[in-house]
């Protein structure tokens, strides 16, 4: 199982998945960033979708 610091969470709106242990390079966020930890403002980089539109997987 996954610890919740390398928890991939799913774009609902798109499928986009965010994987902490690639971050976010297109954004500034580096690898091993849990999802918790990213910025209020980050958006799904396929979509725009916020993080509420995100769920664990």
């Known amino acids: 199982m996954e610890s ?3 928890r991939k ?3 609902q709106v798109c499928g986009y ?3 902490p242990r ?3 390079k297109d954004t500034g ?3 091993g960033v849990p999802f918790e ?3 209020p403002d ?6 725009g979708a916020g993080l509420d539109d995100f769920s664990a997987i």
């Open 4 to 6: 919740e610091k390398n």
């Open 9 to 11: 969470y799913i774009c």
């Open 17 to 19: 998945i965010y994987d």
């Open 22 to 24: 690639k971050g976010d």
């Open 29 to 31: 966020i580096a690898p």
């Open 37 to 39: 930890d990213l910025p």
């Open 42 to 47: 980050w958006e799904c980089p396929d979509c």
